[in-house]
């Protein structure tokens, strides 16, 4: 079956340093939208990042994604990490035609001073 | 800015007990959704709706119920509540945007089932 693929459980990084959170997937179908959500302590997920067009960047609150189909992945990226930037990520694909989303186990990131 | 709410938001049961949570959203949205949340696991989608009058099983729909009476409201039920159902529920509705369904959650119910 489709699935959705974060292999770090745990990201810590420098405030100020870039950080990177993998994603990766497999599906059998042709249209798919994919999804970063955000989970800060104590709240609800939010959606973060969305896109559905291969090789196009996605952009907000400084995070940036890129779809690319030929390698299955949708990495989300930021330059320069905020301490409050410290929450739970999860990526989710939304495949063509269905309203399930189906995400990955989540990555946690703690931005330390 | 979509709003769910859910109610409780803190709830403790018994084991054998009935337990209803509530879902309420504005916005119109025709999709609906449960999730449950647990460390290790991330979110998993127990039932779904695409409407009023309808439910459909999600990826662990064993020990759920659910109802859909309107629009605006889904309920998940657990008819006979287990200590293994102790964990952090969210209720999301779903807007298509011509790529996708974007999901709103709710701000969540934690249930203790003793």
């Known amino acids: 079956g489709d699935s959705v693929t974060q292999t770090e459980g745990l990201v810590t990084v420098t405030e100020g340093l870039p950080v990177k959170l993998n994603c990766t997937y497999q599906t059998t179908y042709l249209t798919i939208a994919f999804f970063w959500y955000v989970q800060y302590l104590n709240e609800a997920p939010q959606v973060l990042l969305k896109s559905s067009t291969d090789n196009k960047r996605t952009e907000h609150q400084g995070f940036h994604a890129t779809l690319h189909k030929s390698s299955s992945s949708f990495h989300l990226q930021k330059s320069s990490a905020q301490l409050s930037d410290s929450a739970l990520y999860y990526c989710a694909l939304n495949q063509g035609g269905s309203a399930k989303l189906i995400f990955g186990e989540g990555t946690k990131l703690t931005v330390s001073s | 800015e979509a709003a769910v709410t859910q109610s409780p938001r803190n709830k403790v049961a018994v084991t054998g007990g009935k337990v209803t949570l509530s879902c309420n959203q504005t916005n119109n949205h025709n999709n609906m959704y449960w999730y449950r949340q647990d460390t290790g696991h991330g979110l998993r989608l127990i039932h779904y709706?695409?409407?009023?009058?309808s439910t459909e099983k999600g990826d662990i729909p064993d020990g759920y119920k659910a109802s859909r009476p309107s629009q605006e409201n889904f309920s998940l039920i657990l008819e006979l509540a287990t200590p293994s159902q102790t964990s952090v529920y969210f209720c999301a509705s779903g807007q298509d945007w011509g790529g996708g369904d974007t999901q709103y959650f709710g701000p969540g119910t934690r249930l203790l089932v003793l």
């Open positions: 709706s695409y409407g009023a009058g």
